[in-house]
């Protein structure tokens, strides 16, 4: 079985883990992003799947994945939204965290340490929602990545994916800035040349199988210490929906 892993990256993640559920921790740019991240996911799964988003569980009946989960931050919400949740991360160490912290707060997901690939030869059945969030920029071979995603996709169902654009200002806000300067993610976290510029993205999606139908740009307010959604800034950090053709 072919894979896209990158054993070096996955390390990097692996050596992280129990600091998942810590605000203040190394994955701090991901809690102050989450909300923003949510944000926009759950208006698209709503709109794609004419759900209300102000009912008690208004993803009820939808089987979602959501791949690299690390500790959970966006499987716990999608679970509390009435979703079936199955996550997925390649560092195994990340599963029992995401678990003990699953059961603390009552709630049932499925974790597993496997990858995209592993789930497509496995039979895996298919996927309403793929959340792909943070992932595409550390995998060895992002086209077969994304073509696995597809694979697991049902027909018509929609997969969120949000990564980081590669230009200076990229480097300087999410390397040098949050790596260096702030200190929020350990040095080398990042490789810039890994980044993926949106129009890059766009394209790969469609070579996957996949019809892109939007993409948002999350950018972070150093005044107000939040993020926002933009349509127009996608200079840095940014957020693609696409739907799988059926």
């Not at 009820?60 to 509390?80: F, T, V």
């Not at 969030?133 to 997969?159: F, I, N, R, S």
């Not at 990042?190 to 394209?203: G, M, Q, R």
Request: charged share 20%; hydrophobic share 40%.
């Amino acid at each position: 079985m072919t894979t896209t892993i990158d054993d070096a990256e996955i390390e990097k993640f692996q050596a992280m883990a129990a600091e998942w559920w810590d605000p203040n921790g190394k994955f701090k740019p991901l809690h102050m992003l989450n909300p923003c991240r949510l944000d926009y996911i759950t208006t698209q799964i709503a709109e794609e799947f004419d759900r209300d988003i102000a009912s008690e569980t208004p993803f009820a009946g939808l089987r979602l994945l959501d791949i690299g989960c690390g500790g959970g931050l966006l499987s716990e919400p999608m679970a509390r939204l009435g979703a079936e949740v199955v996550g997925v991360d390649a560092a195994g160490r990340n599963i029992p965290v995401a678990q003990a912290h699953a059961a603390q707060s009552g709630l049932e997901i499925d974790y597993r340490h496997t990858s995209a690939e592993a789930l497509v030869a496995a039979g895996e059945p298919g996927f309403d929602v793929v959340l792909n969030m943070e992932v595409v920029e550390h995998v060895a071979d992002p086209l077969a990545y994304l073509t696995a995603c597809c694979q697991l996709l049902k027909p018509g169902g929609l997969m969120i994916c949000s990564t980081i654009n590669r230009n200076p200002k990229s480097y300087v806000m999410a390397i040098f800035g949050a790596e260096q300067v702030m200190r929020w993610l350990p040095k080398g976290t990042h490789e810039w040349s890994k980044f993926i510029t949106p129009d890059e993205l766009f394209d790969l999606i469609g070579q996957a199988g996949l019809e892109p139908v939007d993409r948002m740009g999350f950018v972070f307010n150093p005044i107000t210490w939040s993020w926002r959604l933009s349509e127009r800034d996608l200079s840095v950090n940014y957020v693609t929906a696409s739907r799988k053709p059926g």
